[in-house]
């Protein structure tokens, strides 16, 4: 790309930003893990912690939150479902000295179960001590008595883990966050440039671009043996044991690797002590300058969005690729490609030539559902308004939907039962420096089950609120529940949107929605840095 394409007053859609990102972090290199603290990090006692967010230095180097605390903002308060009895923590749904109200004791051989005095536990409950309590959800016994779910976890079937993880590209960390509280754990430096994430039974796996597909335990994030290699712009992990899918959009490549691990034993939080063992088994080439960028599960197929190369050959991009897993040692590309329409299709703006470009893609109610950034291969810039491609599987057939007056290139998607998400990364123009200095039409869209748009959150800083409020960008998100936690192109904050109904309601964003709080600090950088949330996912 000359400099021409580039200079201030030129927009750049997302994937020129991040290899921008990634080229100033090869040029300046980057830490050995495990040697020197991230960004956001602190060295205590030889280790680097989150300061905002470690229970064992929280605040300081040193400072330990008490039993049943977490650390909020460099803070030590109570976990979500405990309250202050006597400047203790007590859960009063099972504690016997303090059962449905502090001070209530059930008094020898009595138990205490849902905030009531009794003489023995039943139904699904197990008697911890003088408490009765569910090991699949019981945060201070969590899968056996006493295995207390530090910082901000939830206990999930028997296991302590975040409820949502958010990769922090330029900083080489992910961070963990407790639905509902919208509580985040410490960041944890875990490879370069974390541009993925998904897991695999109680692994994390992290898709890094510095072309490795490493692994972590799910319930702290602590490494774990095995990084094998990807190929070139790695975008995208799919993990369906004992299957890992990767696509590489510079390679043009799919990469399939197989579990060869076994689980063992529970052992320090994971049942993979050595690693998942990750073999590549089979390799799939879309062809040059396809540049695919996102893939979906429908069936027995995978589904690939084939971006292309704005600079190359634009006509090996603007489709959409069905890979057969009938066999996931031997897929198979299933040819022809589903070539999306361009021209009058795209509702051009004047004096425009849009590419569809298709980013995101999503499988939702038996068909396919496709984000259109609709480029303008000159410009760089959206050429045409907000539309996303739905297309029939079977018969082929595509039809553009509209996305109303909030929205420009759409990047990212996903189903809220029979509503569908979509989130749009806006107009965005740069500086010299590549920093963001204006972004237009930066949304969050809900369609209902006719796939009519029935409510759009715009997502902007406050009026004059300028220099103060860094400028956002909307990335991609996930959903738990109705909550929907949305990553940001710029600043590396997670924004908090509820559906409710057919309408969505702000949480934690930067409007003055009644009750709403600030956006979650997930990648924090220095004063005026540019922090990309690479990918937020929601562990189910």
């Not at 009063?92 to 009595?110: F, H, V, W």
């Not at 408490?131 to 899968?143: E, Q």
């Not at 429908?298 to 050959?313: E, F, K, P």
Request: proline share 7%; with cysteine.
């Amino acid at each position: 790309m000359s400099s021409s394409q580039t200079r201030p007053g030129r927009s750049a859609p997302r994937w020129w930003t991040v290899t921008v990102a990634a080229l100033g972090l090869w040029l300046g290199g980057c830490p050995e893990l495990g040697v020197d603290c991230g960004e956001g990090l602190t060295r205590c006692f030889d280790q680097c912690v989150d300061l905002t967010s470690s229970t064992e230095s929280c605040g300081a180097c040193g400072v330990v939150c008490g039993l049943g605390q977490v650390c909020a903002e460099g803070s030590c308060r109570c976990q979500e479902g405990a309250t202050t009895c006597a400047g203790q923590c007590a859960v009063t749904a099972s504690d016997p000295k303090n059962c449905g109200a502090c001070g209530i004791a059930c008094g020898q051989g009595r138990v205490c179960e849902s905030g009531q005095c009794k003489v023995s536990c039943s139904g699904s409950f197990t008697r911890c001590g003088d408490a009765c309590v569910d090991l699949r959800t019981d945060t201070g016994s969590c899968g056996a008595c006493g295995t207390v779910c530090a910082d901000a976890k939830s206990c999930r079937s028997g296991v302590c883990t975040y409820d949502v993880v958010a990769a922090c590209f330029n900083t080489g960390q992910v961070v963990g966050i407790q639905a509902g509280t919208d509580l985040k754990g410490p960041n944890k430096l875990i490879a370069e440039r974390p541009q993925s994430v998904a897991h695999m039974q109680d692994v994390l796996l992290v898709l890094d671009a510095a072309k490795k597909l490493r692994e972590a335990r799910l319930v702290d994030y602590e490494p774990l043996p095995g990084a094998p290699a990807t190929d070139d712009a790695p975008n995208q992990v799919l993990a369906e044991d004992p299957f890992v899918f990767v696509l590489n959009s510079t390679s043009n490549t799919l990469l399939v690797f197989q579990r060869k691990a076994e689980p063992g034993a529970l052992s320090e939080g994971t049942r993979f002590p050595q690693g998942l063992q990750l073999e590549p088994v089979a390799r799939v080439n879309f062809g040059a300058n396809t540049n695919p960028f996102a893939m979906a599960r429908l069936g027995s197929d995978l589904w690939v969005t084939l971006y292309g190369n704005l600079g190359g050959d634009v006509s090996a991009g603007g489709k959409v690729a069905r890979v057969s897993l009938a066999n996931p040692l031997q897929p198979e590309v299933v040819a022809p490609d589903i070539q999306l329409p361009a021209g009058e299709a795209l509702q051009p703006f004047p004096g425009s030539s849009p590419l569809p470009t298709p980013s995101g893609i999503a499988a939702h109610r038996g068909q396919l559902y496709v984000a259109l950034n609709s480029l303008d291969p000159i410009t760089y810039g959206p050429g045409g308004p907000g539309l996303i491609a739905r297309i029939h599987p079977q018969s082929r057939e595509v039809q553009y939907l509209p996305l109303g007056e909030h929205c420009l290139n759409p990047g990212w998607l996903a189903p809220v039962g029979d509503q569908l998400l979509v989130s749009c990364a806006g107009k965005a123009t740069y500086d010299d420096n590549f920093n963001l200095v204006a972004v237009e039409k930066t949304a969050l869209v809900l369609l209902d089950a006719q796939d009519t748009v029935v409510s759009a959150w715009p997502l902007a800083c406050p009026d004059g609120s300028a220099g103060a409020c860094p400028l956002p960008s909307a990335g991609r998100f996930a959903v738990v529940g109705n909550r929907v936690y949305l990553g940001d192109n710029n600043a590396g904050r997670v924004f908090v949107v509820e559906v409710s109904g057919d309408q969505l309601v702000e949480r934690r964003g930067l409007g003055t929605a009644e009750g709403a709080r600030p956006p979650i600090p997930a990648c924090t950088r220095e004063a005026g840095g540019f922090s990309l949330v690479g990918d937020v996912f929601a562990i189910p």
